[in-house]
């Protein structure tokens, strides 16, 4: 049972990267639950095949064939949720898998990951965030989940715009949580190691690495988790290392943002 009243039948969510991998076992547990899902990617025949497989679950699902590295990327969105009872916003879609050092690739291809992780993210989580606090104020609460990563507890070497990326989404994320929480929208961050993705399983067959060498989590429990933990955040991570861990922790995460969002009410009243 999740604990968000964001979670429910007949309305409907969006999941970035809905076509395949987590997303799309983001929008297969949402189905299940009743939910009508807007899946958005690139490649229109994924997304129609994804489709087809959230509605053999008695839900209705659209897509949206879309590069969020756009500049109108959050207006397509709009235009495509507008006569919708949206109450879920999942950011999903986010690798980066050059595995390139930063210098050895000039500034317009990590350009392309800073356009979607942070530029596209942040556009759309204030937008959609306002939308889902209003709707909240007039008596329907909403939620967001944003699929991150270890990655954002700190840099790492041939990782380091995806790392600047996923602390830079953690960080707002978790501030928003405490923002929005009060305002009747319940945000969650997902952090986690690895998990078994087209993206991740391209990535290894060009070392020639079996993905079950690497202990990657299952998508399908990945998503059940993050679902059922909304409304419990300010992340889910199912990689913590102990539960009092300060940086792994939900609960030390938790008291360290409420503690801070405090000193700031002090600050600024
Ligand atoms: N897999 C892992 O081991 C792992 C570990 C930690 C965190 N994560 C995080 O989990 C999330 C999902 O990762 P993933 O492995 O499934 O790979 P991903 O590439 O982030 O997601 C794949 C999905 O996103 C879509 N997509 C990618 N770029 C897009 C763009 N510019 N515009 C629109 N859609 C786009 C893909 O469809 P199209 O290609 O058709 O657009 C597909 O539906 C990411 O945020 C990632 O950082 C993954």
Redesign the pocket.
């Known amino acids: 049972m999740t604990r968000s009243a964001a979670i429910a039948p007949g309305k409907w969510a969006f999941i ?9 076992a983001f929008a297969t547990d949402l189905a299940q639950r009743g939910m009508h899902c807007l899946l ?4 229109e025949d ?2 129609a095949r ?1 489709a087809a497989a959230v509605r053999a679950l008695g839900v209705e699902a659209r897509t949206l064939s ?4 756009a500049p109108d ?1 959050v207006a397509q969105i709009a235009a495509a949720t507008a006569d919708l009872p949206l109450t879920l916003a999942v ?7 050059s595995g390139a050092a930063f210098v050895d690739r000039p500034y317009d291809h990590w350009a ?1 990951t800073i356009r ?2 942070v530029l596209f993210l942040t556009e759309a989580l204030n937008h959609f965030g306002k939308r889902l606090a209003d709707s909240a104020a007039a008596g329907t609460p909403g939620g967001i989940i944003v ?5 954002a507890f700190g840099g790492v070497g041939l990782s380091g715009i ?1 790392t600047a990326t ?1 602390g830079f989404a953690l960080n707002l994320c978790e501030s928003l949580w405490a923002e929005l929480a009060p305002r009747g929208v319940d945000v969650i961050t ?1 952090l ?9 399983r391209e990535t290894l067959a060009r070392r020639g690495i079996p993905v079950e060498a690497t202990g ?1 989590s299952d ?1 399908i429990a990945l998503a059940r988790g993050t679902i059922e933990a909304l409304g419990d955040g300010p992340v889910y991570n199912p990689d913590a290392v102990s539960p009092d861990d300060p940086v792994t922790s939900n609960a030390a995460r938790r008291e360290r943002v409420n503690a801070k969002t405090e000193q700031m009410k002090f600050f600024y009243g």
């Not at 970035?16 to 799309?24: I, P």
């Not at 879309?66 to 590295?69: A, K």
């Not at 986690?192 to 991740?200: H, N, S």
């Open positions: 970035t990267g809905g076509s395949d991998g987590l997303g799309l958005i990617a690139r490649q994924k997304l994804a879309l590069d969020l590295e990327a950011f999903n879609a986010g690798a980066e898998a392309t979607r992780n699929v991150g990563s270890e990655a995806y996923k997902l986690f190691k690895i998990a078994d993705t087209p993206m991740l990657a998508p």
